[in-house]
């Protein structure tokens, strides 16, 4: 998206750039003490936290980025939208502005990056972080899908003019209600806005279409038993693109994994009820560090 239009994003006050070794960020951060890190998932941006992250603010210092190629940050290249490079990049960027995130929280496909960043080989703090996932996407397609769809998303990121068609196709008020009421979530008129501006700008669907494309989660699936953090499972009982059972399975085959359930709400939970989600959050990180 065009840094031109970055004051009239949720929490604008809190955005700076910040060029790391291979894109070039958006970052919002606020607050002091210990560090929470705050990752989107696949479409989204920092708006998807805009009403957590000042509440959480309150008492630690928080950042949240947009990731590569979506929302606001800038792709330095265009191979690295891959999970494990995603991960790796953004352990740079921590590296480089002295950030030793404490907890790492990640929505959707956000909660896989999150998962790959708190394992040993890449994690900036040193020792495993606290990780929060809201709706794991921990989960492959299943069937002809699973087959199909990254090959889909190679072909439609590799034609010239793709996103283009799709953003304008898309980002029509009624089928943006639609998309979003499709994820069992409900969101209000600026929330709606919001993602329709999003699915509106071609190099942010550009961005999705090439994670989608690199995706590769079965490596980090193998490791989920060895996993060193401690994790905690945010699943809406609505959720219809992440089944609630796919964060239970992935509970299950880890050491040390949690799994809350949160009525009536759907994929984009944490939108939907933020003071509920920000409760849950806080009461999460207070019994971790007791």
């Given at each position: 998206m065009d840094w031109s239009q970055i004051e009239t994003w949720p929490n604008s006050d809190l955005s700076r750039r910040g060029q790391g070794p291979v894109h070039r960020w958006h970052i919002q951060e606020k607050g002091a003490g210990q560090t929470i890190?705050?990752?989107h998932g696949a479409g989204g941006s920092t708006h998807s936290y805009r009403d957590l992250m000042p509440t959480l603010a309150e008492d630690h210092h928080v950042v949240a980025l947009d990731?590569?190629?979506?929302?606001f940050t800038q792709l330095g290249a265009r191979h690295r939208c891959g999970l494990d490079a995603m991960a790796e990049d953004i352990a740079h960027l921590c590296a480089q502005?002295?950030?030793?995130?404490?907890?790492?929280?990640?929505?959707?496909?956000?909660?896989?990056?999150?998962?790959?960043?708190?394992?040993?080989d890449l994690s900036p703090r040193g020792q495993a972080p606290l990780v929060i996932g809201i709706n794991a996407a921990l989960a492959q397609f299943k069937g002809l899908a699973g087959l199909l769809f990254p090959v889909m998303a190679k072909?439609?990121?590799?034609?010239?003019?793709?996103?283009s068609l799709f953003s304008g196709a898309s980002s029509n008020p009624e089928r943006i209600k639609a998309l979003i009421g499709s994820t069992g979530s409900d969101l209000d008129a600026p929330g709606l806005a919001l993602y329709r501006r999003l699915v509106g700008d071609r190099n942010h669907v550009d961005g999705t279409l090439?994670?989608?494309?690199?995706?590769?989660?079965?490596?980090?699936?193998?490791?989920?038993p060895t996993h060193p953090s401690e994790v905690h499972f945010l699943v809406g009982e609505r959720d219809t693109t992440v089944p609630p059972d796919v964060s239970e399975k992935a509970a299950a085959r880890m050491p040390n994994a949690t799994v809350h359930r949160l009525a009536g709400l759907g994929h984009l939970a944490h939108e939907e009820r933020p003071a509920e989600t920000v409760a849950l959050i806080r009461q999460i990180i207070r019994k971790s560090s007791s």
């Open positions: 890190l705050m990752l990731l590569p190629g979506q929302g502005e002295g950030w030793a995130p404490a907890v790492i929280i990640g929505h959707s496909a956000g909660a896989a990056v999150a998962l790959r960043l708190a394992e040993s072909a439609l990121a590799a034609v010239p003019f793709t996103a090439l994670m989608m494309a690199q995706w590769k989660l079965d490596p980090l699936l193998a490791r989920l």
